[in-house]
């Protein structure tokens, strides 16, 4: 088993940064895949960003440019690191860790962005 915990949500202006990280424990070593997603108000969860084993990451349009993922693999821990936040990103966020099997999650934090 493997457990996630966020921590840095808040409330923010728009154009404003703010910085996510979340915490992995348990069986980090079946970790291949940690990453980011969010859920709008009334819309389905979506892909933020993902940084794999080696280091490589992957990035939604929408956040391209604006938001850096990066993973420390001493502490078991990754961030997202959101510059110049829109409305738009008003979402909870969810860490997620993917083994071989299986994708655990995290219990979300809330990103509110006031225009």
């Known amino acids: 088993q493997v457990q996630l915990v966020e921590s840095g949500g808040g409330l923010v202006q728009a154009g404003g940064s703010l910085r996510l990280s979340c915490v992995a424990s348990?069986?980090?070593?079946?970790?291949?895949?940690m990453g980011w997603y969010r859920q709008p108000p009334g819309k389905a969860r979506e892909l933020v960003a993902r940084?794999?084993?080696?280091?490589?990451?992957n990035y939604a349009d929408s956040v391209k440019g604006r938001f850096t993922c990066s993973r420390d693999n001493a502490k078991n821990t990754v961030y997202l690191q959101m510059n110049s936040l829109k409305s738009e990103d008003t979402a909870v966020y969810y860490c997620a860790a993917d083994s071989l099997d299986r994708r655990y999650w995290g219990q979300g934090t809330q990103v509110t962005v006031s225009s």
């Open positions: 348990g069986s980090v070593f079946r970790i291949n895949v």
């Open positions: 940084i794999i084993i080696g280091g490589s990451t």
